[in-house]
């Protein structure tokens, strides 16, 4: 009696683990790491081997970041349209694709062409395209999750998919530093390509039973207009708290590293360390926003909405004051500290974003915006 007791009440948990479809997960995962890896190892590269050697200066390699960045937002649009009309694994894998090409084709124009004009507008170039074809990754992730995940798990799914560009980001420093004193830059973006193409094809190859279902995303939302969109104040509003979240860690993102070995003049592997530690706090942020916002609203009797308001607000002043801080100390242990606190803060409003959003109904899928 006791064995059939306890398979009935494990019988629930098991089945959810079961629902979980992993394998999609989790070459939806890699694909998130393997993004987020090769976007933060040109950072590296610029603070490890390019600015510190001459190559190109800071105002060069600043533009080579921003091509990327600029790209990728413009593209997320038309990203979510190829998505809607050509499904998320013909999404993923243009994106797949797209990636180890221009992954392969940074290392090799550091091969090929000489330092100074030729470089920087082939860099400037080839960054701008990969921008382009990674547009489509977390909207086709979203839609890839929509399709396979039993609905009660697709926030913990999700969750996984974001988290790992969060360690994709954070084994930069060492991963990439480690394989570039060891092959240089270009070599070490050759073979990046090479492991994006091989994880594209396993996925190709994986999902190919969707291909053959003619697995589409049929939404039950109600589209509306683009207008409909603009009047909307809390839209207007939470897309420029997005815009101030995605200057300032973008801000780390590319130039944590530099600033601890070229401003500081910190040992390698201590900036490396430094920036690692970065990016582990804004991990930490983003998972425990949402956390503490429920824990509020119970401590309170608030409501959700209001302590999820509460936390965000906090959040972007705490991430104002503690960058102030660390930009008028010296001390390198306090400065770490300081902008890791920053990181943290500015990251508890990413956690909570589904909450904020219901608030407002958005229509999707983007292709039946008029």
């Known amino acids: 009696m006791k064995n059939e007791t306890d398979t009935k009440q494990s019988s629930p948990a098991a089945a959810s683990v079961r629902n979980m479809p992993w394998g999609i997960v989790g070459l939806l995962m890699a694909f998130s790491f393997v993004n987020y890896f090769n976007r ?30 600029v790209a990728y937002t413009v593209f997320m649009l038309p990203g979510g349209w190829l998505t809607d009309r ?21 290392g090799a124009i550091g091969y090929i062409l000489i330092p100074a004009t030729g470089l920087f507008v082939g860099l400037l170039v080839t960054r701008a395209l990969m921008g382009i074809l990674t547009a489509p990754i977390y909207p086709a992730s979203g839609q890839m999750v929509s399709m396979e995940v039993p609905a009660s798990r697709r926030a913990e799914a999700n969750g996984l998919i974001i988290g790992t560009a969060l360690l994709g980001s954070a084994s930069a420093p060492f991963a990439f530093g480690y394989l570039m004193d060891q092959f240089n830059w270009p070599g070490t973006f050759v073979f990046l390509g090479g492991v994006t193409g091989a994880l594209t ?7 190919r039973r969707l291909h053959a279902a003619g697995g589409t995303f049929t939404a039950t939302e109600e589209s509306g207009s683009w207008w409909d969109l603009l009047r909307n104040r809390k839209v207007l509003f939470l897309t420029a708290a997005y815009a101030f979240i995605g200057y300032y860690q973008n801000l780390f993102v590319y130039w944590s590293h530099h600033y601890f070995d070229n401003v500081m003049h910190l040992d390698k592997v201590t900036g490396r360390t430094y920036t690692t530690v970065l990016f582990i706090a804004t991990a930490a942020g983003m998972f425990s926003g949402g956390f503490l916002a429920d824990w509020l609203s119970r401590q309170t009797g608030s409501s959700l909405a209001r302590s999820r308001l509460l936390v965000a607000i906090s959040g972007l ?54």
């Not at 590296?44 to 060069?60: F, M, R, Y």
């Open 201 to 207: 094809a396993v996925w190709i190859f994986a999902t």
């Open 40 to 69: 933060t190892s040109m950072a590296e590269a610029g603070a490890g081997k390019i600015i510190p050697e001459g190559v190109l200066s800071e105002t060069q390699m600043g533009a080579i970041y921003s091509a990327l960045l």
């Open 86 to 106: 050509r499904g998320p694994r013909m999404a993923l894998a243009i994106m797949g694709l797209g990636t180890a090409v221009f992954a392969a084709v940074t």
């Open 317 to 370: 002043v705490g991430a104002a004051a503690f960058l102030s801080v660390g930009l008028t100390v010296s001390q390198p242990n306090t400065v770490v500290a300081s902008l890791a606190l920053a990181w943290l803060s500015s990251s508890l409003l990413v956690r909570i974003r589904p909450g904020a959003t219901t608030a407002f109904k958005v229509p999707w899928p983007m292709s039946g915006i008029k």
